[in-house]
């Protein structure tokens, strides 16, 4: 019964973890732009949420109204004022670029929060779970998460099918030249795809804040979940991110009870072997190109 | 070839040497000469800053061989570190070889694992692969945490180094860290000039059409892989030699890839000089201001973004970007003969 529970909990870690990957599979989608500070810019949204709790009193899902909007302001910015700027000359500047914001980030945080964990207190919520049998009891905070996950999904599948900003998404994404031939303003159109991909990254920053505690240094293992999401449910897929990251989420605590020590590796392990075995993942488009 | 190619191909030689570079050849040659007998003179202190900048340098010059002429940014290199000190471990107190022999023994096993590393790494591209490197880095980290032989979390001590005469390991890990310094820029300059270099050259340009002239992309860029994974692991093991005590979060830790990334984009991405420069500037930094803790580091990462956006040639490019200099002769010149 255990087990069953194990996997259970993986599923719903599964909905954090493809909240975090969201955003990094949209921007790579749109604007092959591989943003290695995105799990920092997660970790400065859940400072941004503790600094708001702190200061204004309100607890940390309400600190998402705030903190969402000015992460996504800030992922306008920085792509319009920075990243667009790196894109032209290949693989290596925006690696470069974002990693040395990771560093930045990362460091900021540490002198203005020290190395010490914080956690964000969103009260009896935490806490409060419904049982399904005698041994198996499903939080309420993990399957709010999830749900979440799952509605970002639609709403990013809805205004992809559905609106002229999601075909000036797909568009840029198929091919930027030609976008910009039709008279799409493709400067504008990355800005607004960083800004959406850094907002579900600051969901996910808080949700994950609520969930277990948090320092300046953990971004880099964000967004190493974030990625193996990615890779596992194949590039270019959204929903393929979210069974990537449940498939995540399951290896983990499957992993965790078997042993402790072994939580993190069983992650890393099935990501490789699905890596070795079915290199583009198990869900990816036909014909979505590869960096 | 025909009978008139041929002709007009007699006319020509491929010349390498410029007057710079025989200039600079023999500065170096002299520079070495000088440095190698510093034990003699120096005082330790300089020794030991020495052998940080000359292990850094040769770490720089791998990833830059990577990354500026292979275009595979890894951000995983930190893998080959731990390999190279968690080795000289192995080779020394375990199976107590002198420190050479085992070097060479953990360079062997290192070829080995980045061949079996890059099995899963080049299954990825591009940024990708910079994560995939990482997620590689991260599984050998955790799997020496949880062996109990290396020392498990907390690590462990090389006992018959820390038992050595200190002068002797001093001087010892200086001559090496000397030769890994020099010897990373003649490996580098030689690749340049081989066939392997020739190719990476072509795949820089293009790879669709270097791949339509014959160069086998994929295995050029995992040779390329491979040498710098063990010039890395080796230029580590030469590091842990004057440390001495391996703890996997600090051996696997990712600055010391942040280290390489910084040396070889303010020195000069996709050249050598480039490390030389950047590891100068970077050790120069670190000195004057390493009081500011982590305030360094993000000045650090501003510095590289900075250089990325304006000046994506880095120090070396500025500075000459008025003259064609290249200390380096790894450049095919036809002359008249």
């Not at chain 2, 570190?81 to 020394?92: C, D, M, S, W």
């Not at chain 2, 990482?134 to 038992?163: C, D, Q």
């Not at chain 2, 305030?295 to 250089?307: D, E, F, Q, T």
Request: aromatic letters at 8%; proline letters at 3%; hydrophobic letters at 55%.
């Amino acid at each position: 019964m255990e087990w069953v529970n194990a996997v259970v909990q993986g599923v719903l870690l599964g909905g954090l973890y493809a909240l975090l990957a969201t955003g990094l599979s949209l921007s790579f989608g749109v604007m092959r732009l591989v943003n290695l500070a995105h799990g920092d810019l997660g970790m400065l949204a859940a400072y941004l949420s503790l600094v708001s709790v702190s200061m204004v009193g309100i607890g940390p899902l309400e600190s998402l109204v705030v903190v969402v909007p000015a992460v996504m302001i800030l992922g306008y910015v920085l792509q319009r004022g920075l990243l667009n700027f790196t894109l032209r000359g290949g693989v290596l500047p925006p690696l470069l670029v974002t990693f040395g914001l990771a560093v930045i980030i990362q460091n900021a945080l540490l002198t203005m929060f020290s190395a010490d964990s914080q956690g964000l207190d969103a009260g009896p919520i935490e806490t409060a779970s419904l049982a399904i049998t005698d041994q198996i009891a499903v939080g309420w905070l993990p399957l709010l998460t999830l749900a979440v996950a799952v509605g970002i999904l639609v709403a990013l599948q809805l205004v992809l099918s559905r609106t002229g900003l999601g075909r000036a998404l797909r568009a840029a994404s198929d091919d930027g030249e030609a976008a910009r031939m039709v008279g799409i303003n493709n400067r504008h159109i990355y800005a607004v795809a960083m800004a959406i991909a850094l907002g579900t990254v600051a969901i996910g920053g808080i949700f994950l804040g609520i969930r277990t505690t948090f320092g300046p240094a953990d971004g880099p293992a964000r967004l190493i979940f974030a990625f193996e999401s990615v890779i596992i449910g194949g590039l270019g897929s959204l929903w393929g991110t979210l069974v990537g990251g449940i498939i995540l989420g399951i290896s983990q605590t499957v992993g965790g009870q078997i042993s402790p020590a072994y939580q993190l590796l069983a992650g890393h392990l099935v990501f490789l072997v699905i890596l070795l075995l079915r290199p583009t993942g198990l869900f990816a488009l036909p014909g979505a190109r590869e960096a | 070839m025909t009978a008139a190619s041929q002709r007009v191909a007699s006319r020509f030689r491929v010349q390498w040497a410029t007057r710079t570079s025989r200039l600079a050849t023999g500065l170096g040659v002299v520079l070495f000469a000088g440095l190698a007998t510093l034990p003699a003179w120096g005082e330790g202190g300089t020794l030991r800053l020495l052998i940080e900048f000359f292990g850094l340098l040769a770490m720089a010059q791998m990833w830059n061989l990577l990354a500026g002429y292979g275009g595979l940014v890894s951000i995983g290199q930190q893998a080959f570190v731990g390999i190279g000190a968690y080795g000289l471990f192995i080779f020394t107190d375990l199976t107590s070889l002198p420190v050479l022999p085992a070097i060479a023994c953990m360079a062997a096993g290192s070829v080995v694992i980045a061949i079996f590393t890059s099995l899963f790494a080049f299954r990825l591209r591009g940024g990708y692969f910079a994560i995939g490197t990482w997620v590689i880095a991260e599984v050998f980290r955790i799997v020496a945490s949880n062996v109990r032989e290396l020392g498990a979390g907390t690590g462990v001590s090389i006992a018959s180094l820390v038992r050595m005469d200190a002068t002797e390991r001093l001087e010892l890990t200086y001559w090496l860290a000397l030769g890994v310094g020099f010897g990373s820029i003649v490996l580098v300059t030689l690749i340049m000039r081989s066939r392997l270099g020739l190719g990476l050259a072509a795949i820089h340009d293009s790879e669709v059409a270097a791949a339509g002239l014959g160069v086998n992309v994929l295995q050029t860029k995992r040779i390329v892989y491979v040498i710098a994974s063990v010039g890395c692991a080796i230029a580590g093991s030469v590091l842990y030699l004057q440390l001495l005590r391996i703890q996997p979060v600090a051996a696997f830790s990712v600055d010391w890839t942040v280290k390489m990334i910084f040396i070889v984009v303010i020195g000069g991405l996709g050249r050598i000089e480039g490390p030389i420069i950047g590891a100068i500037v970077f050790i120069a930094m670190r000195e004057l201001l390493a009081d500011y803790g982590s305030a360094y580091l993000v000045a650090l990462g501003l510095v590289m973004i900075v250089i990325v956006v304006l000046a994506p040639r880095g120090l070396w490019g500025l500075l000459t970007s008025r003259w064609s200099i290249a200390l380096f002769a790894i450049r095919r010149r036809l002359v008249e003969r």
